[in-house]
């Protein structure tokens, strides 16, 4: 019988507040970008939080933060949980720090009741806060899982740079989370918990959903040069506007999804513009595009056409060069891990919707590891990526049980 | 007679080398924005030059500095010279920095050839450097003329903002700029030399441009607010997109001067996108427009359409406000210091061009002081605002000789 009990849900509202405060934003959500110094105060209060447990941090060089509870040997493979600590820039306060706090609070529950002789562990359990899930500071996302995966080179991923040119290196030792360590070597699985960031479990009034496996997605950086001129002067015929292939861009790619009914989802979330003067015709302008799907094909068409879209509004004048930054497949969450955990909900009392992740998370580079799989809770409104988000504590605390419960069948397997 | 000789070219051109130094950009241009420290040590430069010369510099509240050559006792009117140091983030080298230098070596010569007693001045001779001419960091441009000229109050410009929140007070300030003298309470006129910005004066082959008159300008910033959702998970008929109206309206904004054959001019030079990450649905935007012509009934409907246009992209869930923030009607300089300036050209050996500035200058908030005229010299390919901006030194020291010889003619009249 599932443990009900044993989430400490006013400590879990308590973290949540506490993380919150870093980086708090005026409108109530967070501004945490990786590695910034406000990533830094979280990681460090993470750090505290365990090492007053008795729990000791690893980090890796990516500056992924590792702290594994000891429950049967120090060579017992490891069940994982675990999220992000870091945010949007104008993030709300679940995204990532709820798996964090509420995979600590799940982790201390069952190793006290593993002490308590509640529950015969034959692994060992860990929780990990990853590094650049968000993508927002450097590019791409679910960096740190991705190196822990063996999916991305850690030198690739230490030398990437924000715009201001700094190195996800150079920003981890400045917050002192370059580490030398190195994360579990045997992970036998891999659970996160997640706000859904969608309006289906709200929708069906469920307080559980069952993540079945993710959407496709695509990513582009389109690279648009023409020449700096003054907007006075230089006659219409002679400028080289490199925001005009941009506008053009921006309404091509919503045209595709408006074309599939919004089954295809689409965005142009980030365009800089260079030097961005009101008095000077831009001399560059980078686009950052996106297409997801659920249908591999419908995926890839939409690709071929900003391909061809792209390549006919290249002039000699201003070129357009368009590279495909992602190309994530729809994917699966392991069969099995996903049945454990709609009957470790189902026997918590909350029977689970079974849902799909439109976002990437760090549990799909995972997948490449060990069997993976997610658990979600509803947010109110599907909003996310705003300092609105938000998801009732009666959820939150739903969200952890069936967690800690999932871990509790994982441990003692 | 005119005396050709009096103006040192190669220290105008040694001038125009160390000002060149001061926020020198990779690509040989200069980035040099308004009372940053850049600007700052491009002003002490100036000051030192005229300390040197046994000049006193005075500096107004909003930065402008004065330096008055006294060539006919304290109480005379004075002629007036000059142009800005401040610089676009990737601008060339002589905008501004050309007129200043040059209006420097015009009133040494005139002081020594009055000293020497081969002029009898009337009337006293000043230079000055205004601040925020470009209106790349703080908005709107011609911004120190135009408090010199009484059109905008002095509290209003110090508290422009730039991206940054920080005021033109307060970096004013930080360089030391920002002072509590006077102007010259009596200038009898004005006159700048400029480079031209556009094409006319190498395309017909003249060396120097006497300027009719400005173009009218009309500038608006669109502030299109829509609300900030995650690219992934959020439905598209839920997102409220703030890009995607901007993005109409810099095709539309384009397509205004295609429909007059370019006689219309046109830009949106700025666009800033928040929060402006990958993964969020841009929640707001704000679009810098600008439309010039030299027929005021053009612009007039350029504006009224655009002005329609908005408002018809404006929709409950994304709101777009159009708000004019430029109105410079179409103008011309003074026809007597016009004739003054091409008789001077003409007696100095370089027969003049008649032109249009399309873009905006101090002289002309200026015009509402005092007689007030600009002088052009030609810009390689019309190019400006642009690192590789270049003007001939034999066409700069014309510049500076037409310069001395108008200055000279109206001290002594």
Request: hydrophobic share 45%; aromatic share 4%.
């Amino acid at each position: 019988m599932p443990d009900t009990a044993m989430i400490d849900a006013d400590r879990l509202n308590h973290s949540l507040d506490e993380l919150a405060a870093f980086g708090r934003s005026e409108g109530g959500g967070v501004r945490r970008l990786c590695a910034g110094p406000e990533d830094g105060k979280a990681r460090d209060w993470l750090r505290a939080r365990l090492a007053a447990e008795g729990l000791a941090v690893k980090v890796d060089p990516v500056g992924n933060m590792f702290a594994v509870a000891e429950l049967a040997g120090p060579d017992a493979p490891v069940v994982l949980t675990g999220s992000h600590l870091d945010s949007q820039p104008s993030g709300g306060r679940y995204d990532g720090a709820y798996g964090v706090a509420a995979g600590l609070e799940a982790l201390l529950a069952l190793r006290k009741r593993v002490k308590a002789g509640g529950l015969a562990a034959k692994r060992n359990l860990g929780l990990v806060n990853w590094t650049n899930e968000e993508g927002a500071r450097f590019s791409p996302s679910t960096l740190g899982s991705a190196v822990f995966a063996g999916l991305v080179a850690t030198d690739f991923a230490l030398s990437r740079t924000d715009g201001d040119g700094v190195t996800l290196g150079e920003a981890l030792s400045a917050i002192g989370y370059h580490g030398a360590d190195r994360g579990p070597p045997k992970v036998s699985s891999y659970v996160e918990l997640h706000i859904e960031q969608g309006p289906e479990l709200e929708r069906t009034g469920h307080r559980i959903g069952v993540v079945e496996g993710n959407w496709g997605t695509a990513k582009f950086v389109a690279d648009i040069r023409g020449r700096a001129a003054h907007t006075g002067p230089t006659p219409m015929a002679e400028r080289r506007d490199a925001l005009l292939p941009a506008a053009e861009l921006v309404l091509f790619v919503r045209a595709l999804s408006d074309a599939t009914g919004g089954a295809l989802l689409s965005s142009v979330g980030r365009l800089d513009v260079i030097p961005n003067s009101t008095n000077v015709v831009p001399a560059q302008a980078r686009l950052f595009a996106e297409f997801r799907a659920v249908d591999p094909a419908m995926l890839a068409e939409a690709c071929a056409k900003l391909v061809a879209k792209a390549a006919s509004l290249s002039t000699p004048g201003v070129t357009v060069a368009l590279e495909q930054t992602l190309d994530r497949p729809a994917g699966t969450f392991d069969p099995g891990l996903r049945d454990l955990i709609a009957q470790a909900a189902s026997a918590c009392g909350y029977p689970p919707l079974r849902v799909h992740t439109v976002a990437g998370h760090d549990a799909i580079p995972m997948k490449t590891v060990c069997p993976s799989a997610m658990i979600f809770v509803p947010s109110a409104g599907g909003v996310s990526h705003h300092e609105s988000e938000f998801t009732a504590p009666e959820d939150l605390a739903a969200g952890a049980i069936v967690l800690a419960e999932t871990l509790a069948r994982l441990v003692s397997a």
